[in-house]
């Protein structure tokens, strides 16, 4: 038997193609085709029910979403190679989308199978054994504080026994569940890039960490923001400008500037060692580098009081706090952080000389 391939079949053909050729090498977890996005739109396309993934997207992407699926069943029974041709359009519709509405780029769909690294699988275990065990075997493999990560693991698990076609709920498991794998991906990579610098740069002698308490604020800092870049419209935008400027000014505090107070009570006590020479290193950085650090925090201000500004006008409190307390946390590490930790160099440079 022979079907006669209809335009508007022929088009999407074309679509697909294009898609494909497009695709570039990208290692987010949602692009995969073993990805939770793909899985929904399987799962959809079998049980005819758009609601399954109209949680991955927005309101303003619902009919793009829903005139995708209704073109992609309206072929799918024609022969098995249209249906794997329709489905693979259904597929590369949703996951666009729903990068768009994540505000992240779209490089086409990637092979199931790849490796993740050990954060994703982790985080993904945690959520289908309801048991924060493995995320927090990673965490602490990496000497990572898990109280952030803790509660916003409960946040998933909260919001994880939703109706199936209550969409609204669906849509805060998946913002729940965005939020917990970026902020558990950043931190993870974020402390494994640490480790490798202080290799680098000569710390390996002894190891010198970062105070908790100050660690803890950092990570609630971090998650706050997270949480924010995964709202919708302008908000949004403004989150994302802040953590642009943000994420690589935390990352040389927590290589250079915070480090050294870890020396503080020991120091105070009268307990020096030679081997807290290696510090030295990360002081002389900091004190060297302490005009451009100074500079970035009036960019990150300038960015913070943009962002309070759209909190404020949509009414979002919590972010408006947000931005007073990172704008305060930035003015003690300017008065005290800073100049505490280059002091710490200086006196190991009269004990130890």
Not at 146 to 162: G, H, R
Request: proline share 4%; glycine share 4%.
């Amino acid at each position: 038997m022979t079907h006669t391939i209809s335009k508007p079949l022929k088009l999407l053909a074309v679509t697909v193609v294009f898609f494909l050729l497009a695709s570039t090498e990208s290692f987010a977890h949602c692009d995969g085709l073993d990805g939770p996005v793909v899985k929904a739109a399987r799962q959809a396309l079998e049980t005819k029910n758009v609601n399954l993934v109209l949680i991955w997207v927005g309101k303003n992407d619902e009919n793009a979403i829903k005139e995708a699926f209704q073109k992609t069943l309206a072929v799918r029974n024609i022969s098995k190679e249209v249906q794997e041709m329709a489905d693979m359009y259904f597929f590369e519709t949703l996951v666009r989308l729903h990068r768009a509405g994540e505000g992240e780029p779209y490089n086409g769909l990637k092979p199931a199978g790849r490796d993740l690294g050990p954060v994703i699988p982790a985080a993904d275990l945690s959520i289908e054994k309801n048991s924060f065990d493995p995320i927090n075997n990673v965490f602490t493999k990496a000497n990572l504080s898990t109280q952030e990560i803790k509660k916003l693991f409960s946040e998933v698990i909260e919001t994880k026994n939703y109706e199936p076609n209550n969409v609204e709920a669906g849509r805060k498991y998946v913002k729940a569940y965005v939020t917990f794998l970026h902020f558990a991906e950043e931190n993870y990579e974020s402390a494994i890039k640490h480790q490798e610098e202080k290799h680098e740069i000569g710390v390996i002698s002894m190891e010198i960490s970062i105070p908790r308490s100050l660690k803890i604020e950092h990570e609630a800092l971090h998650a706050v923001l997270a949480k924010a870049t995964k709202e919708e419209g302008e908000i949004s935008v403004a989150a994302k400008q802040v953590a642009k400027i943000l994420h690589g000014h935390f990352v040389k505090e927590e290589e250079i500037a915070l480090p050294p107070l870890g020396l503080l009570t020991d120091l105070a006590k009268g307990h020096i060692i030679e081997d807290m020479k290696s510090v030295l290193s990360m002081t002389d950085k900091l004190k060297a580098d302490l005009p451009h650090m100074l500079e970035e925090h009036k960019q990150i201000v300038q960015a913070l009081d943009k962002f309070a500004d759209i909190a404020k006008k949509l009414k979002r409190m919590e972010y408006v706090d947000f931005a007073e307390n990172l704008k305060l946390h930035a003015k003690t590490e300017e008065e005290v952080m800073y100049p505490a930790a280059i002091l710490v160099g200086e006196y190991l440079k009269l004990k130890l000389h």
